[in-house]
């Protein structure tokens, strides 16, 4: 059994911060690439930041500059600290992982999702 759970939503005026945060936790060896996604009302999950093992980050273009993804591995925590918050922000923001379990039968990887935390960015 594994699970991402985020934590740190709420709504938050125009030009706020926030941060993100999404522990995993069950039978981990360690983990491979985190990211965060986003989905608002009618539109499609998009890519917010990824980070991976050795710290390479990537960032959509309509947050660069704003967002900061990081993580802690020895905490199995991904982080997104949220600065200068548009209305156009407003979403709910996933966590994402690609975990390495240990199990009794071996090692794996799993694609895993948070279930989300929802972020209101108001005017």
């Known amino acids: 059994q594994v699970q991402l759970v985020e934590s740190g939503g709420g709504l938050v005026q125009g030009g706020g911060s926030l941060r993100l945060s999404c522990a995993a936790s069950g039978s981990i060896f360690s983990i491979n690439d985190m990211a965060w996604y986003r989905q608002a009302p009618g539109k499609q999950r998009e890519l917010v930041a990824a980070?991976?093992?050795?710290?390479?980050?990537n960032y959509a273009d309509s947050v660069k500059g704003r967002f900061t993804i990081s993580r802690d591995n020895a905490k199995n925590t991904v982080y997104l600290q949220m600065n200068s918050l548009k209305p156009e922000d407003t979403a709910v923001y996933y966590c994402n992982a690609d975990l390495i379990l240990d199990l009794s039968s071996g090692y794996y990887t799993k694609d895993s999702w948070g279930q989300g935390t929802q972020v209101t960015v108001s005017s």
């Open positions: 980070i991976t093992s050795g710290g390479s980050t």
